[in-house]
Nanobody
């Protein structure tokens, strides 16, 4: 699976951005999909993810209520709507895909995801 993320940019605090991630090569319809991010000097961290089919969407506490993950399996694309952005949201955002379903207890674990996009930069100024 090849993942191409887009939609990043430079915005001010309080603004919104929508990231997109187009997958190619294989379908995402039977995979867990998600987003991670990495700020300069920090470890890569979980942002949001969802298994295929029904079920809940998982979010990092730091983005809950501000970010919305969605997936359109028919378009082989996932999205991350980011509202009320804060300077601490500044990071390189990675789209990720697993080989299949990920157990709930591990869905925030980056080692569960075998496919990573190239990242799209989000910079939020204060």
């Amino acid at each position: 699976v090849q993942l191409q993320a887009s939609g990043g940019g430079l915005v001010q605090a309080g603004d919104s951005l929508r990231l997109s991630c187009a997958a190619s090569g294989r379908t995402i319809s039977n995979r867990a999909m998600g987003w991670f991010r990495q700020a300069p000097g920090k470890e890569r961290e979980f942002v949001a993810a969802k298994n295929w089919g029904g079920g809940i969407i998982y979010y990092a506490d730091s983005v809950k209520g501000r970010f919305t993950f969605s997936r359109d399996d028919a378009k082989n694309t996932v999205y991350l709507q980011m509202n009320s952005l804060k300077p601490e949201d500044t990071a390189l955002y990675y789209c990720v895909a697993a080989r299949g379903r990920v157990i709930v207890g591990s869905i925030r674990n980056r080692s569960m995801y075998d496919y990573w996009g190239q990242g799209t930069q989000v910079t939020v100024s204060s």
